[in-house]
């Protein structure tokens, strides 16, 4: 049974449904509020931005779906891995993509609590405007950036992680949080961005893998999120920080800033495509800190996070 | 007579000097750090941070002068200027560049004080390792960015801008204003970054100027920051401010970093090649921040600034 472009965004908005009455309950008093927007070019989002309230500070859980003719870059990438129509681009003959996700980044207010982001997003483009043999993928991934890194809340949420995977692939843990490990690097301060989690990108079928398989896989990355995430909001709400953990907090979240405005595609792809600047960048925080050449104490539990922001640690 | 390189750094470094003890003097209290670092592949730099003053909250006026093969993608880019030798980038013919600036970001604690950016440089490069018809360009300029705008002020920054400019060139004004309005652009947010100032690049030679007419122009705008820029501390260091003005700071540095780690090309180019990280990130604010889709209140101080953050305002 194909599985169509209707059929995933409509999953989404349920995801989002019930990702944001999970986040409110964790909360207690915030609720989200809503902006639904529309994009000139074909289709649009719903927007939902949580804020000031007991545990979050800031965060959106954010769904759209968006269609029209593919922009050029899109349809060079496909070049060599489908055979593209030759008079592709030319005028009439356009493709028309189509894109669909869930992107959700939470700030926390208590140091204690990780900063999270999640994206689930599946992607499609037939190789002519007459439809024909095209591409489609599946992409996303969670990862966290706890601005104190507890080694008993990262090996629980890589193992959430890890079960997700198991489910439907022994492989993918290991390759997809490689892949995070990758990706979440801030080259500059040769630092990763948190402890990484799962990334992947451009899943279809495989030797092993159905369509529907990594469809299915997808889908459960969604589901895994809140209930990890909530989990970790439970276990950190209630400790008490000082105004020295919220000036780490606040430098840590200047580095989510740096990484998000310097390295992340989607954020560039969202900037430089014209997208809705206000969504794109709901991932920033209220608030962020730059010290010059800021050096944690010996031995403190700020130097201890500094020390393990490093790519490949096995957290399980 | 020739202008050496060692003659230009010698001269930036006594900049350096002069505009540190006038802003040591602006702010009564804070003095300036000194971070002395050398640059592996050849040359280094003076860094020198203020912070926690009566007036800065955190600047930095920082010198270097580095050297050593110049990389790909710069050569590449005097294919069109220069005639280059053919065997250039080749093993043992890779140009040697030079390249000696002064940059200031100065963030001040009173949102009624303005933000300010200077930065004047220098680079040079031979046509091939024996030297021969090389480049040599001068570069730089002043922009403000007011959290409020002050119209006063604003006529003030730029008459003062001016002067320095129809003392050697009358078109310079007016070319170099442009420039800083298109270059100091928020694209994403269709904003300017403030109210503009001066902005230039590769000036050598031209039918009416001299280099050494473009260069005692370029000595003139360095000269041209430290009593400008105290000017406008002295006119609005003692205004109180309320918490929402410090708010309204906030977002205007949040909009700061945005434009630094999106568009700014030597940020990119110093974190892409690998620069002193600390030196280039000194230009970030010690707070920032994000409100999802923030609207000021009509007819608020806060609207009037929003409004003239556009290109192509005659502010004298």
Same mark, same amino acid.
């Given at each position: 049974?194909?599985?169509?472009?209707?059929?995933?965004?409509?999953?989404?908005?349920?995801?989002?449904?019930?990702?944001?009455?999970?986040?409110?309950?964790?909360?207690?008093?915030?609720?989200?509020?809503?902006?639904?927007?529309?994009?000139?070019?074909?289709?649009?989002?719903?927007?939902?931005?949580?804020?000031?309230?007991?545990?979050?500070?800031?965060?959106?859980?954010?769904?759209?779906?968006?269609?029209?003719?593919?922009?050029?870059?899109?349809?060079?990438?496909?070049?060599?891995?489908?055979?593209?129509?030759?008079?592709?681009?030319?005028?009439?003959?356009?493709?028309?993509?189509?894109?669909?996700?869930?992107?959700?980044?939470?700030?926390?207010?208590?140091?204690?609590?990780?900063?999270?982001?999640?994206?689930?997003?599946?992607?499609?483009?037939?190789?002519? +405007?007459?439809?024909?043999?095209?591409?489609?993928?599946?992409?996303?991934?969670?990862?966290?950036?706890?601005?104190?890194?507890?080694?008993?809340?990262?090996?629980?949420?890589?193992?959430?992680?890890?079960?997700?995977?198991?489910?439907?692939?022994?492989?993918?843990?290991?390759?997809?949080? +490689?892949?995070?490990?990758?990706?979440?690097?801030?080259?500059?301060?040769?630092?990763?961005?948190?402890?990484?989690?799962?990334?992947?990108?451009?899943?279809?079928?495989?030797?092993?893998?159905?369509?529907?398989?990594?469809?299915?896989?997808?889908?459960?990355?969604?589901?895994?999120?809140?209930?990890?995430?909530?989990?970790?909001?439970?276990?950190?709400?209630?400790?008490?920080?000082?105004?020295?953990?919220?000036?780490?907090?606040?430098?840590?979240?200047?580095?989510?800033?740096?990484?998000?405005?310097?390295?992340?595609?989607?954020?560039?792809?969202?900037?430089?495509?014209?997208?809705?600047?206000?969504?794109?960048?709901?991932?920033?925080?209220?608030?962020?800190?730059?010290?010059?050449?800021? +050096?944690?104490?010996?031995?403190?539990?700020?130097?201890?996070?500094?020390?393990?922001?490093?790519?490949?640690?096995?957290?399980?």
């Amino acid at each position: 049974m194909e599985i169509s472009r209707d059929t995933i965004s409509a999953w989404l908005k349920e995801l989002q449904d019930s990702i944001c009455s999970q986040l409110e309950k964790a909360d207690g008093i915030a609720k989200f509020e809503e902006d639904n927007w529309t994009r000139p070019e074909g289709g649009g989002g719903r927007t939902r931005i949580i804020r000031n309230g007991e545990v979050i500070e800031k965060g959106g859980v954010l769904f759209s779906a968006v269609h029209g003719d593919a922009p050029a870059f899109l349809f060079k990438e496909q070049e060599h891995s489908v055979s593209l129509d030759k008079d592709l681009g030319k005028a009439g003959n356009v493709p028309q993509f189509f894109a669909t996700g869930v992107s959700i980044v939470i700030h926390p207010r208590n140091p204690w609590v990780p900063i999270i982001h999640m994206n689930i997003r599946y992607f499609e483009m037939p190789a002519s +405007k007459n439809g024909g043999a095209g591409v489609r993928w599946l992409g996303g991934g969670i990862d966290l950036t706890p601005h104190y890194v507890n080694e008993t809340d990262t090996k629980f949420f890589h193992s959430e992680l890890k079960k997700t995977c198991d489910q439907f692939n022994p492989d993918y843990y290991t390759k997809f949080k +490689k892949w995070a490990d990758d990706y979440f690097f801030i080259s500059h301060r040769k630092e990763t961005r948190g402890i990484g989690g799962i990334f992947f990108d451009r899943l279809n079928e495989s030797k092993e893998m159905s369509f529907q398989q990594n469809f299915n896989f997808w889908k459960e990355v969604g589901k895994t999120f809140a209930p990890t995430y909530c989990e970790l909001i439970n276990r950190n709400k209630n400790k008490s920080f000082t105004p020295e953990n919220q000036q780490w907090q606040l430098l840590r979240r200047g580095r989510y800033v740096e990484f998000n405005l310097v390295y992340d595609k989607g954020t560039k792809f969202g900037l430089e495509t014209n997208g809705r600047v206000e969504s794109i960048l709901m991932s920033l925080p209220k608030t962020a800190g730059w010290e010059y050449d800021f +050096k944690p104490q010996e031995n403190s539990e700020e130097e201890k996070t500094l020390s393990m922001l490093k790519k490949g640690i096995n957290w399980i």
